[in-house]
């Protein structure tokens, strides 16, 4: 870009561009925990300083799906603090924001909404932390989006077909089409680009004429045959791709010869993981477009706590196994290497009252060779107050003994796969974990990776009927292949055709994750029917009655921040609960047990929450509930005696015999006891946001049954 256009400002966008500020991350270390918000505050302070026209982040503004309300009151705090006021923007959208906002309650750009006083607009697009799950499919960015405070884009209403339509924004002569995608899963995204699904909407007229940026949250390393996205993938005539995702700063634009666009990767702006890629120097960048040329540099950020790793290989140091004192002397080298680089950092200390004075340390120490280690905990001790992270500043790593060559060792070491403080993917978990296990825990007819997605969505998302779901959808399609290849009679060959199913669709990709799509999907269609239920008080009803199946339908539903335990029921009103029933005093008792004083079914007594137990309900599954398959019971279980005393007290009096006898069988002498709960199953509601297709709508509709 040519120097004079920074003094010809009536034609230049000027754009500050920042990925991954993950707020809200650490943010219960008494240390680290307000890092996240101080750096983002020092954004949008550079942001105002460069007089810029708008702010465009590239995914992952939150750490958590469901941020805390301390977080997201702090960033809607720093929002209205710097973006809010009185100068005018410069710049002009020309594009139909009903098709830009298309997944926005109110689909306009905050500064043309006349009850806001927008001064510097922020856009956005969703990462892979903050994206949108759950009833509505919405996420935290929707929020700021209601509220006027961020121009939500890049939302794909559909995963089978995508079609990007570009921002048209124009300042004097200079028109920029800004092109937004929101995370998605890698395979899937990489399967959608192969089939020619994903498409790149240009203008019709002038279309050379328009500066095309596409900013992306995805892999840009490769991790996988299809975990990743190429460059190449991209379409040619763009001319500058924003990626976030990555969270090492290399963000001096690189062009990519075979496509002739450039790509800028910014990095995220607060260290995540304790790897090389984080100790690099974290920027964001000043994007100058004026015409078809454009500059970009690089804004140093002084609020990020600093980050030193060194590696330690004790094998190529003086120390030796054998020596006297061996243990002391590895401990004090280490300690050494510590004070080394503390020194280092107060010498990079820029003398700002905002930059953080305790930094990140980490050593990764080789103690192959006969070595041996030494308490982590204790070894942070010593460096409290001194080092933010004392609890792991040392990871050990040992090398193979079989190891020849110990070059290639050491260049093993330093391309190790990064020590992530939250990275450990689930669905990476599940799968290792059935890679070495023997052959009675291997699975037979579900596969790898379809529990491992399930497993993922069950914890990361909380789509609680994920697991089961899957169980379901993959036998019933076991079943319907069992019956086409018409193998009834056989056992061992039906065991055969099981295994040689499984494993054809192993081989078919593409195949296995369309089944994991569609048992997620099928997990979000039955969701609203068992979470969307109003919740009545405790003292206006009594507790449901497990054997009418519509009342059963409540225990579960209840889902509130408020004192709730990890299954989603209420905890006990303890000592003096109103309208306690029976004698199950200090005891909880399932739907077919009964007391063995007074007859009665203990609803509330003390330390009784009056509710059948965590997992008796459609919405508490845990995971090992999850891959229990529903079953009528067929053999009367044998009845077994378990005494109860009351921790409070002591007295004899208090010992409750409670017997665990089959609830078909129990039925009946409990249903008559009881009085059915005048709320029944509860009410449903239609969800307001979701369409024909099972896809949000553009306007959420208010409809009554």
Not at 366 to 380: K, L, M, N, P, Q
Not at 428 to 457: C, P, R
Not at 553 to 580: I, L, Q, W, Y
């Amino acid at each position: 870009m040519a120097d004079h256009a920074d003094s010809d400002s009536d034609n230049t966008i000027r754009i500050l561009v920042a990925t991954d500020c993950h707020l809200g991350y650490a943010e219960q270390d008494p240390i680290r925990g307000n890092d996240s918000l101080v750096t983002f505050e020092e954004i949008l302070q550079k942001a105002q300083k460069e007089d810029v026209d708008f702010v465009l982040l590239g995914g992952d503004l939150f750490h958590e799906n469901k941020p805390s309300r301390k977080t997201l009151h702090g960033c809607m705090a720093l929002l209205r603090k710097y973006c809010m006021g009185n100068k005018p923007c410069s710049f002009e959208m020309l594009s139909d924001q009903q098709v830009n906002f298309n997944s926005c309650q109110f689909p306009i750009v905050n500064y043309e909404d006349p009850n806001l006083n927008v001064s510097i607009p922020v856009f956005s697009i969703h990462g892979n932390h903050d994206d949108p799950t759950g009833p509505g499919n919405l996420c935290a960015l929707d929020l700021l989006s209601v509220s006027g405070l961020v121009n939500y884009f890049g939302k794909s209403l559909s995963l089978e077909n995508i079609n990007m339509s570009p921002l048209l924004l124009q300042k004097g002569d200079t028109k920029l089409a800004l092109y937004g995608l929101g995370s998605i899963r890698d395979e899937r995204l990489h399967r959608l680009f192969v089939q020619n699904m994903v498409r790149m909407l240009r203008p019709k007229e002038d279309a050379d004429d328009w500066f095309n940026i596409l900013v992306l949250h995805q892999n840009r390393v490769k991790h996988g045959p299809t975990n990743y996205i190429p460059e190449q993938f991209l379409d040619g005539f763009l001319d500058l791709v924003i990626w976030g995702h990555e969270h090492e700063c290399q963000i001096k634009p690189v062009l990519n010869e075979v496509k002739n666009f450039f790509v800028s990767q910014p990095g995220s702006s607060i260290a995540t993981s304790l790897s090389p890629g984080e100790s690099l120097q974290k920027h964001v960048g000043l994007l100058k477009v004026k015409g078809r040329d454009f500059k970009m540099t690089k804004l140093q950020l002084d609020t990020v706590r600093p980050f030193y790793i060194e590696d330690v290989v004790l094998s190529e140091t003086s120390l030796t196994p054998g020596m006297p004192n061996i243990h002391s002397k590895v401990l004090d080298y280490c300690k050494q290497k510590v004070e080394d680089l503390l020194d280092e950092a107060e010498n990079d200390h820029t003398g700002s009252e905002q930059h953080p004075k305790q930094p990140l340390i980490r050593l990764r120490v080789d103690y192959s060779g006969g070595f041996e280690t030494f308490s982590i905990v204790r070894f942070g001790n010593l460096f409290i107050n001194r080092v933010a992270n004392t609890k792991d500043i040392v990871h050990f790593i040992r090398r193979k003994e079989n190891s020849k060559d110990s070059k290639t060792d050491l260049k093993g070491l330093k391309s190790m796969r990064p020590d992530a403080l939250d990275s450990a993917r689930v669905e990476d978990i599940v799968q290792q974990y059935f890679s070495v296990s023997d052959e009675v825990n291997q699975l037979h007819l579900l596969t790898e990776k379809g529990v491992g997605d399930a497993v993922m969505e069950f914890v990361d998302k909380e789509e609680r009927e994920a697991i089961s779901e899957l169980v379901k959808y993959q036998l019933q399609k076991t079943q319907n292949h069992l019956k086409q290849r018409e193998t009834n009679d056989l056992e061992d060959k039906i065991d055969q055709e099981i295994t040689k199913y499984k494993d054809e669709r192993k081989k078919k990709k593409g195949e296995e994750a369309k089944e994991v799509e569609e048992a997620i999907e099928r997990a979000k269609a039955a969701r609203p029917a068992q979470r969307q239920r109003p919740q009545p008080d405790d003292d206006d009803i009594d507790s449901p009655d497990v054997s009418d199946p519509d009342s059963a339908n409540v225990v579960g539903a209840f889902d509130s921040d408020e004192d709730v335990g990890p299954s989603g029921t209420r905890k006990s009103r303890g000592r003096g609960g109103k309208r306690a029933r029976g004698t199950g005093r200090g005891s909880t008792v399932d739907s077919g047990s009964r007391s063995s004083r007074g007859g009665g079914v203990s609803r509330r007594g003390r330390g009784g929450s009056g509710k059948p137990p965590s997992g008796s309900g459609p919405g508490s599954h845990n995971i090992k509930d999850s891959f229990s398959v529903s079953q009528k019971r067929s053999v009367t279980k044998k009845t077994t005696k378990q005494v109860y005393k009351d921790a409070s007290d002591s007295e004899d009096d208090d010992e409750i015999i409670i017997e665990d006898s089959d609830h078909e069988e129990d039925k009946s002498s409990v249903s008559h006891k009881r009085k059915a709960s005048r709320y029944g199953g509860g009410l449903d509601y239609d969800s307001n946001s979701e369409g024909d297709d099972g896809l949000p709508k553009q306007y959420a509709s208010k409809r009554k049954r």
